[in-house]
């Protein structure tokens, strides 16, 4: 049985080329893209790994709470795992990111790809369209909306914001996405159509 040897923790920061405004923390400048990876290691050498969105370093001391409980722990019971996660909330930190290392190290025991492993019963094979998401709100998107486009983009995220549909569309002028590209409920509107 597989447990826990070695838990590490790296804390990323890309730095962007420009200055991010993310719609979702309206006011803040993002200058770089920041995550706190995580690496679980078993004693029989398998390799878990998880990531979770950062602000900065404020996971610094992440290590020294999560070593007591997870160090020895078996990853393929993940029962136990949600619990210890859990437990680790109540004093403060939530960190359910955490558990996607442990459903890597479990599919990785059972011999299983992930998707697999979290969906045995499943015979589907379901594709997922890339789509361009900007992520900003802006005033003007239409050069963007070319942009992707011409990189062989089909559908693209509108960051909806303003009071009403058609002052986010005219951000799309002078080509606003087709009706049938809209992928997004909250770009829908009673008739069931973008525009």
């Not at 602000?55 to 619990?83: C, F, K, W």
């Not at 930190?93 to 025991?109: I, P």
């Not at 909306?145 to 799309?172: E, N, S």
Request: glycine share 8%; charged share 25%.
């Amino acid at each position: 049985m597989s447990r826990i040897s070695r838990i590490e923790l790296f804390h990323v920061g890309v730095e962007l080329p420009e200055v991010f405004w993310p719609s979702w923390i309206p006011g803040y400048p993002q200058t770089h893209n920041r995550f706190t990876l995580l690496r679980l290691r078993t004693d029989d050498g398998l390799t878990g790994w998880a990531a979770g969105a950062a602000i900065g370093r404020e996971r610094q001391g992440l290590g020294d709470l999560i070593g007591p409980y997870l160090m020895g722990l078996d990853p393929t019971n993940l029962d136990s795992v949600r619990a210890r996660l859990r437990e680790m909330s109540h004093l403060g930190w939530r960190n359910h990111w955490v558990e996607t290392a442990f459903l890597d190290l479990a599919a990785q025991a059972a011999g299983l790809p992930l998707y697999r492993f979290l969906e045995p019963e499943s015979t589907a094979v379901t594709s997922l369209a890339a789509y361009a998401s900007a992520g900003e709100v802006r005033e003007d998107r239409s050069d963007w909306f070319a942009d992707v486009a011409a990189r062989g983009f089909q559908t693209a995220k509108l960051r909806v914001h303003a009071p009403d549909l058609a002052t986010d569309l005219a951000t799309c002028a002078p080509r606003p996405p087709p009706a049938d590209r809209c992928n997004s409920p909250s770009m829908q509107t009673r008739a069931g159509r973008c525009r």
